[in-house]
């Protein structure tokens, strides 16, 4: 599966937040991150170079800081010159059709502002619909919101529980098995103990591998004692 990360942030040089999410997936092969700020400073979009970009990828992603409850101007004015009917949609169109659409949010205020009753009043599925709605019209399947709330206050030693999760929004087949996410961990290993240059941290990554084998080979057997359990 191939990603395309498209992110939109008028200042990204200066977000912690979103340099530190972009440095944890440099490594990551089957991920393309387009700066949209970076690449049309003038906005002036190549439509049908990103037109091409959407056809080679199989999930599409927008990641942004959650801005009056929407988007940067430049990721709406991409959505209305790039979302082209008769190419992304409609009846001589549908280049999105059947692929993956989901959102990386970075938002400034507390989770629990999001809700009835809270400051903000809404929750975030309901003021992030004019995106599900553009998905469901351009025939894609809506993943749901990956959300990122006031990272700059995040402890260091949490931070990983935060990266794991959005490297499986990027890169993990959209089921929530046991058998996919270990899959998918024993194929992020792999990855990164191929491409890592440090012998000590190739030891580490090569260590854990081999327990999650390990553990993989106990659950399986443990399968087979409870299926035998359960036909006597």
Known sequence: MRTLL????PDIIE???QQYFLNGIKDFRNITVHHLENLYPDWNIDVKKEQALLREHDRIIFQFPFYWYSSPPLLKHWQDVVLEEGVTHGPRGGILE???FGLVLMIGVSEKEYR???NEQFTISELTKPFQAMAGKTGMHYLPPFEIYQFVYTEDDRKMDIL???WQMLTMENNDSLATR???LMNLLEEVINS???TDEQNILAYAKDIIEENQSEIEDLKIVLDQMYQR
């Open 116 to 118: 009835a009753g809270g």
């Open 15 to 17: 977000s912690y937040s």
């Open 196 to 198: 890592s240059d440090g």
């Open 182 to 184: 270990e899959n998918w």
């Open 98 to 100: 059947g692929k993956e």
């Open 164 to 166: 794991i999760p959005y």
């Open 6 to 9: 498209i992110v939109s942030h």
